[in-house]
């Protein structure tokens, strides 16, 4: 992580500008990667698994004379599941509200095959956009510098970009630029947030994703997409006692089950282990997290469990 964002105005008249730019793009192009770097802290779960994102996370970035709501959304994908639908149509929503596109592409996606089907879907997700959006080519640190302009030359040919910024979100290149950029396109407006408030995701919300990135991380296969994190009691005492947090890990399958509690409860153990220290970093305070599986049959396509998850309607 860098340093916070700040910005100096040189001309004391330039308007404060602010409003929302809609972070879009396809499944593990860096969307959250990005999100993290651009407040200086973990709100969003990232992983090198795509579909890790299913909610829309909003942050707040602030500076002397512009506010920047970013809205990380779930990655762009040819949906199957009604809980796939449900994630792309959170993703497509968001462009309703934004002042600015902010399109995500990994730049080491690059081959012929994968710009061709790139170009076709394109449009597709762009077609009802009427405010500008900006094309960040990111993961700029895996690719060559000679391989990296024709590839921007590729993007401005395909739409009219009112910029193409090429970034890498886990170094951190580029993204000063690109925060120069995206402000220039908002509108002169308020301050909508404290600028002491990074997001409005809860605690519980993020507790709960960082219990499902270390599902992600530690399993495989189809795993990951059938596991969701469910926060039953997250009880924080007066005193310095510790936060106690009771969450259930939701799988499809008994199958799954058996994978996650591992043998003699170790992958339970793990998830435990490494999903802990991070939230207690995030509260400040300890805490004690008791974890739990349960079986519950073809959740992903069950409407009121996503939408106790926040993903339907
Ligand atoms: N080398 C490199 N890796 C990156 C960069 N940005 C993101 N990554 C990696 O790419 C993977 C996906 O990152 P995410 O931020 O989860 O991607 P996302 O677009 O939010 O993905 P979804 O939530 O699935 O849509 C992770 O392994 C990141 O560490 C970058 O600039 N350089
Ligand atoms: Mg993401």
Not at 139 to 143: A, E, H, N, S
Not at 194 to 199: E, Y
């Given at each position: 992580m860098t340093e916070p964002f700040s910005t100096s105005d040189?001309?004391?008249?330039?308007p404060h500008r602010s409003g929302v730019v809609a972070m879009i793009g396809?499944?593990?192009?860096?969307k959250s990667t990005l999100l993290n770097h651009f407040l200086g802290q973990k709100i969003a779960i990232v992983t090198p698994k795509p579909q890790t994102t299913r909610n829309r996370i909003l942050g707040v970035l602030t500076g002397e004379a512009c506010q920047i709501i970013l809205l990380d959304t779930p990655g762009l994908h040819k949906p199957r599941e009604l809980m796939n639908r449900e994630m792309v149509r959170v993703a497509l929503d968001t462009l309703a509200e934004a002042d600015v596109v902010l399109f995500l592409a990994d730049a080491?996606?690059?081959?012929p095959d994968r710009l061709a089907k790139i170009g076709r879907e394109f449009g597709e997700y762009l077609r009802e956009v009427r405010v500008p959006v900006v094309l960040a080519l990111n993961?700029?640190?895996?690719?060559a510098r000679e391989e990296l302009l024709p590839l921007m030359e590729w993007y401005r040919d395909l739409y009219p970009f009112a910029s193409v910024v090429p970034v890498s979100a886990l170094q951190g290149d580029g993204t000063d630029m690109l925060v120069t950029e995206l402000v220039s396109l908002?509108?002169?407006?308020?301050?909508?947030?404290?600028?002491?408030?990074?997001?409005?995701?809860?605690e519980r919300f993020i507790a709960a994703e960082m219990i499902r990135e270390k599902v992600f991380m530690l399993t495989r296969a189809e795993v990951p997409y059938s596991t969701a994190v469910m926060i039953e009691a997250f009880q924080e005492p007066d005193d310095n006692r510790p936060v106690v947090i009771h969450a259930v890990i939701l799988v499809e399958q008994p199958s799954q089950k058996g994978i996650i509690i591992g043998k003699k409860g170790s992958m339970l153990a793990e998830i435990r282990r490494k999903a802990a220290p991070e939230i207690a970093e995030m509260l400040g305070r300890r805490v004690s997290l008791r974890l739990w599986v349960k079986v519950k049959k073809k959740w992903t396509r069950n409407e009121s469990i996503l939408r106790e998850l926040g993903l339907s309607r």
């Open positions: 040189s001309n004391p008249a330039a396809p499944p593990n192009a860096g080491t996606r690059n081959n993961k700029i640190d895996l690719v908002l509108p002169a407006g308020p301050r909508y947030y404290p600028d002491d408030i990074p997001t409005d995701a809860t």
